[in-house]
């Protein structure tokens, strides 16, 4: 009967407009959450099949809310070194729990914070992954989240971390005078020959333990000098006479360094073989691009040295957490050193709107989104990290009430069906009587 099918269209209107007004309500409740995406209510309608010529059956409507997730938010910038956005597609790894076994769920809601025991997790209590770097900084990508861990620093509080690199700027007078004598290799650590100028740093073995290492210079020609690299004593290292590298270099006639001209040893890593027993890593003597002025330079001033940078120490106290736009996330102790512990990684999907969602402003896969790949930071598809920012949420207040207002009239409008066609069906019961 049609006038049942009218009511059962009222009904529907009915339980679609409240279904558009409470996505609204959830709109305008998380207007100020981080990452929040807003949600749109689109209509469709319902067709029952019964329609023919001179009669007409009403089916209704069905409301369909759709979660615009891949829509970004604008970046606010915050005063938190941990607070992270990310600028274009994917989203953080994250876990329920600090354990590998835990659920995992994708969400762009950076308000990172440590815990009590040094883990960073979000407002809604979610633990941030990312891949473990080793002593080098590396790190696989296997694709797998099995690989990712819980991201941690404060387990690094009382350890060492062995010297990589010793990055050194100075000037070599050019109006030195060149050594007229016999000059070899070995001859400056030793004592047998003076350098014109030196420069001793010292470094740190796998223990934390202090050494000292000097680079030597003699001028040996025009814009030629040598140079030699060892440790002091020379009974701290098994290399002969303590010499870990030595060689020439090569200056251009602007001053600057030549370094295809140059030994290519002494730019490369040299592995000390400390005779302490403790560990070394490849340490690299940074002296300056070719061609370029970071590093040593040749000019017609006092040899003198401008800066001097070594990693590497004792790591006591962290005094902040460091996040680079490539997703690097560094421990930075009391005594200044930095040292890379994790790699973020930033999940994308082939449609990231047909993510479930999850409690917590949070998301998981489902068959509608497809399968995440995991890569770094602006690789493949991967928006970049945005340090000190959060991500503000996609709402806009004045949308969100005008759509109240359409909806609280279009539920009115069907309440008004369903009480006209009740009134319509007591006339037509009437007339049996």
Do not use: C
Request: glycine fraction near 12%; hydrophobic fraction near 40%.
């Amino acid at each position: 009967m049609n006038l049942y099918s009218a009511l059962t269209a009222g009904v529907s209107g009915l339980n679609a407009e409240a279904t558009a007004m409470a996505a609204v309500s959830d709109n305008i409740s998380n207007l100020n959450t981080v990452g929040y995406k807003g949600v749109v209510t689109q209509f469709s309608t319902l067709v029952s099949g019964s329609t023919t010529r001179g009669h007409y059956e009403a089916s209704g409507v069905m409301a369909a809310p759709q979660s615009l997730i891949s829509q970004q938010g604008m970046l606010q910038t915050t005063n938190s070194s941990t607070d992270l956005g990310i600028n274009g597609a994917g989203f953080f790894v994250t876990r329920a729990a600090t354990d590998a076994g835990s659920k995992v769920a994708y969400t762009r809601a950076g308000s990172f914070t440590p815990d009590q025991d040094g883990y960073l997790k979000n407002a809604a209590g979610y633990y941030l992954q990312g891949w473990p770097l080793d002593a080098q900084g590396g790190f696989v990508n296997t694709g797998s989240l099995g690989a990712l861990q819980s991201v941690r620093v404060s387990n690094l509080v009382g350890t060492a971390a062995a010297t990589t690199s010793v990055a050194l700027r100075a000037n070599l007078d050019s109006t030195a005078t060149a050594y007229a004598g016999t000059y070899a290799s070995g001859n400056l650590a030793s004592g047998a020959v003076a350098p014109n100028f030196s420069q001793t740093v010292e470094v740190y073995d796998q223990q934390g333990n202090a050494h000292s290492v000097t680079t030597a210079f003699l001028k040996t020609g025009t814009n030629q000098w040598a140079a030699e690299v060892y440790a002091v004593p020379a009974s701290d290292v098994g290399a002969a006479g303590g010499v870990l590298a030595s060689g020439t270099l090569q200056f251009n006639a602007d001053g600057s360094l030549d370094r295809t001209a140059s030994t290519a040893a002494l730019f490369a890593p040299v592995t000390p073989g400390w005779t302490n027993g403790a560990g070394a890593l490849p340490i690299t003597l940074r002296l300056g691009s070719n061609g370029g002025l970071d590093g040593v330079t040749q000019f017609g001033s006092a040899s003198a040295v401008i800066s001097s940078t070594v990693d590497g120490g004792q790591l006591n106290n962290i005094s902040s957490i460091s996040i680079s736009k490539s997703g690097v996330v560094s421990a930075v102790f009391d005594n200044g050193t930095a040292r890379p512990v994790y790699q973020l990684p930033v999940a994308t999907f082939p449609n990231p709107d047909g993510l479930a969602s999850l409690s917590g402003n949070a998301y998981e896969l489902s068959n509608a989104s497809g399968n995440v790949a995991l890569n770094t930071p602006g690789v493949l598809g991967a928006g970049s990290i945005s340090p000190e920012t959060l991500e503000s949420s996609t709402v806009d207040l004045a949308t969100e009430f005008t759509n109240m207002i359409k909806f609280q009239r279009a539920y009115s409008a069907s309440s008004k069906i369903v009480s006209t066609v009740d009134q319509m069906l007591q006339e037509l019961g009437a007339l049996k009587q």
